[in-house]
């Protein structure tokens, strides 16, 4: 593993140390205990995420700085998000939801330190994805919360939600073990030029599907919105989401047609893509 991903396991468990607070204060969090120790809960919050902060600061500087409080954040998320899940209140299944989200994008930048070094950087995070990515998170928190205050009945669907969570960690499972299978021809960026190193992973799971990191985020993605019981964003998730992946993939398979030619098409022709009803680039022959 690359020393930049030591730094970000470091500080994504310093966030995560959050789950540790609740016992300090003296409550289980948030829905439980008094009202006089709810209350202390956000400054107790604030001085964890300061004290985390110090600690970052005297450790790294500049980049590594940078690696750590984007790890840190996300462990804070993902901590934040299993305490939330172990209380009965009506945001717990959107505390499964934190640690889902959080989990993936960490996991992202961790598979990429240990698999592919060379291609590391802030943008392995996928934090900074696209303004498009950006806004569908905040729809979908959005839906949830108003929903929740309407219809407050309709976010403790516990069946439906544990269906969307199902779909999350196999969506999750799959996009990662894709990432360790292909090792180092694996990256967040379509290349457009081959490497010495560049072959065609045929194995593993990509003798499933032709592009089975595609097929997991694309569940996983949907999964996410099936957790929160977020009709209106589970249908633009889906289209959305099948919409880039379709574009996506035609744009990669005329780059491995190119790279590796006859060789890719017998593969294209049989193994499946994976994603409904997308078959990929079309070539004449």
């Not at 934090?127 to 309407?150: D, G, M, P, R």
């Not at 919409?243 to 190119?258: A, K, N, Q, V």
Request: glycine share 8%.
């Amino acid at each position: 593993m690359a020393g930049e991903g030591r730094v970000s396991l470091l500080a994504f468990l310093l966030g995560v140390s959050v789950v540790l607070l609740p016992p300090l204060v003296g409550s289980a969090w948030p829905a439980e205990g008094s009202r006089s120790l709810r209350s202390r809960l956000p400054l107790t919050l604030a001085l964890h995420v300061a004290a985390v902060n110090g600690l970052l600061l005297l450790l790294y500087r500049a980049q590594l700085y940078q690696i750590a409080v984007r790890a840190c954040w996300l462990g804070f998320a993902f901590g934040c998000g299993l305490l939330l899940s172990f209380t009965q209140s009506a945001w717990k299944h959107f505390g499964w939801y934190m640690c889902s989200l959080s989990f993936f994008h960490y996991s992202e930048y961790l598979i990429t330190a240990v698999n592919n070094p060379k291609s590391l950087s802030l943008d392995s995070f996928l934090l900074n994805h696209s303004l498009e990515y950006t806004l569908a998170a905040v729809s979908s928190w959005v839906e949830f919360t108003i929903e929740k205050i309407i219809y407050p009945e309709m976010k403790q669907i516990t069946w439906l939600s544990v269906i969307g969570l199902l779909m999350v960690i196999f969506g999750e499972g799959l996009r990662k073990a894709a990432m360790l299978t292909a090792g180092s021809n694996f990256n967040h960026i379509i290349q457009n030029e081959k490497s010495e190193s560049h072959v065609l992973i045929k194995s593993g799971v990509y003798a499933w599907f032709r592009h089975p990191s595609y097929v997991g985020w694309f569940y996983w993605s949907i999964g996410t919105q099936i957790l929160l019981c977020n009709p209106v964003c589970m249908f633009g998730y889906t289209l959305a989401s099948w919409r880039f992946f379709r574009e996506r993939i035609e744009e990669e398979e005329f780059t491995l047609i190119l790279f590796f030619g006859e060789q890719y098409l017998d593969y294209k022709r049989k193994v499946p893509s994976g994603l409904p009803f997308i078959s990929g680039a079309k070539v004449e022959l």
